[in-house]
């Protein structure tokens, strides 16, 4: 039997060149993405149209002020902490090389190195992004990270004013994993925010398994958000539902600063419910989180301390955890200088000494 890639690749390639006319190998490096996004006829409702009573007051600016605020904020602490589902729908590239070292008072020292982040392929098409390790969430411990590093071909296949979708044929654990994923996001309030993102993934030896991922988000001041997360993994070859949900307190200090600290208080739970349901591991930690030296270096220290079981039949054990991470951010704006398209130093920008 011929291999899935040799199957799927072609098809891919078909998908995008019948998706999208505009697909050229010739196409201009750096197209402003937003000139392309196509908003889905019915999908969103209508505005209604202002009646003279109920025109445009202060009140409608000051509601409208204070929601883009909190959104802004919300977005500022994902940006910060690499949010790989912000990092994955940037329009501009972003690559985050890491240097993790983590202790372990159970599976003693473990150094790794990881690529995180997406870039665009605007030569092969302006929906077309190659994503590295964008899978997990913020509460997934680093040995469910190192499970589920991964390197994709995304495809936007379309998006809306509150949704979006994305096709993906993906490579991990030496399977291909071709999926659809579907992303919905909106502020109920000033200061309340969800998101909801769904994928659906075959991944060839393991057949196919569904991820789904609620958050809600609340600015609680001008720097602290809180956030409650929860994921959901079924499958065939899953245990039953291998569920985690958290909650968090993000924050900003030395907002003002030319680099602020951020930092991340975190506790969650994580389980499965098949053969036996239980739940696997309690945990507690925190994280600093600030530039060094250079805009671009992030240094981040993360204790935890975890109350886990690994099998329904183990007894449970306190173990203490602490990662260091030396974080390289490949971002156009943290870039001390600026560079042409022919690769040469056109100016150095103002930075932060």
Partial sequence: MPHLSNRLLPLVLAVVAVLDPDCSLAQTPGTDESAEEEVFAGWEAAEPEADDDERLTWIDTSHAVATGRAQALTNWMDDYFGDPEYISEEPQSQLRLEFIDAYDGEDGNDFKVR????????KVSRRLRLVFSGED??????????????????????????SRFDLSLGFASGHLRPGIKYRHS?????????????????????????????????????????????????????EGVEWRTGLSLRQRFFADAARPLGVRYSMSVNGVTRPESFEKNYSAGVILRRQVYRDFLFFEVEPSYNYRRK???????????????LEIALQRDLARVKIDKAGKIEEPRAVNP
């Fill in 311 to 325: 099998e329904f039949e183990d007894e449970r054990a306190g173990v203490f955890r602490i990662v260091f991470r």
């Fill in 186 to 238: 909106k502020a109920f309030s000033e200061n309340l925010s969800y998101r909801f993102v769904e994928r659906i993934l075959y991944e060839d030896g393991e057949n196919f398994f569904s991820q789904t991922q609620l958050d809600f988000d609340r600015s609680v001041g001008k720097d602290s958000v809180i956030r409650w997360g929860s994921r959901f993994l079924y499958g065939e070859k899953t």
């Fill in 115 to 122: 690529v995180r982040g997406s870039l665009q392929l605007p």
């Fill in 137 to 162: 969430s913020e509460f997934q411990s680093e040995e469910e990270r190192s499970v589920e590093d991964e390197v994709k071909i995304q495809y936007k296949l379309g998006k809306g004013q509150l």
